[in-house]
């Protein structure tokens, strides 16, 4: 089985801050890796994705993620945080076909 | 269209009423997926189309929930005798072909659905 965990539900960080939004996977093979926004009242849309290529992977809006195996990590970051981040990050791991499992997304909130 | 549409934006029904749910996918794309967002959960996947099939209903939560889809385009997903469990934000998502598990995700809106 497949799964995934986001820890914190909730992280707060000031405007121009490290923004780090964890998530950690459970497979039993290679896993392809995404990550997903959801701006308020808005569809989620497609951050940034890991398909087995380079383990650091460059998205929209100044994110990245960084594959690490050893760990069963996924972990999103962008070194400098904007207001217009505000928003829910959803981490998405696909073992097999059109599995897609979603962690349950941390609510991003930046401050002034 | 420009992207997945999905209507009513919101839903209130009463407890026993039947609703149904339409998402239009874009267009050309092949795969159709359901999922429902509960208030502090993640995505729960539903159901996954491809073309008009349904390969995949393991994700729906009971007999009183069923999908369809027609032409390869529009879906409609159906909840009878809604219960106040059923209230959520319905999702659709479209993606371009089968091929799987790299496939981008393109998500409507969603549907609001409240039962009283």
């Known amino acids: 089985a497949q799964s995934v965990t986001q820890l914190g539900s909730h992280v707060s960080v000031s405007e121009g801050a490290l923004v780090l939004l964890r998530c950690n996977y459970s497979?039993?093979?290679?896993?392809?890796l995404f990550w997903y926004v959801q701006y308020p009242n808005q569809g989620l849309q497609l951050l940034l994705k890991y398909t087995s290529a380079a383990t650091l992977v460059k998205g929209i809006n100044g994110f990245e993620a960084e594959f690490k195996k050893s760990e069963t990590s996924f972990h999103l970051t962008k070194p400098s945080a904007h207001m217009s981040d505000a928003a829910e990050y959803f981490c998405a791991v696909n073992n097999y076909g059109q599995n897609f499992v979603f962690g349950p997304g941390t609510r991003l909130s930046v401050l002034p | 269209g420009a992207g997945v549409s999905q209507s009513p934006s919101n839903k209130v029904t009463e407890k026993g009423k039947d609703v149904e749910l339409r998402c239009d996918p874009i267009?050309?794309?092949?795969?159709l997926y359901w999922y429902r967002q509960s208030l502090g959960q993640g995505l729960e996947f539903l159901i996954y189309f491809q073309g008009n099939s349904a390969p995949d209903k393991s994700g729906l939560p009971s007999d009183r929930f069923s999908a369809e889809r027609t032409g390869g385009s529009v879906s409609t997903l159906t909840i009878q005798r809604t219960q106040q469990e059923d209230s959520a934000v319905y999702l659709c998502?479209?993606?371009?072909?089968?091929?799987?598990?790299?496939?981008?995700?393109?998500f409507g809106p969603g549907t609001r659905l409240l039962v009283l």
């Open positions: 267009s050309g794309h092949t795969a």
């Open positions: 998502a479209s993606s371009l072909a089968s091929g799987g598990r790299a496939e981008t995700q393109y």
């Open positions: 497979s039993s093979v290679p896993p392809y």
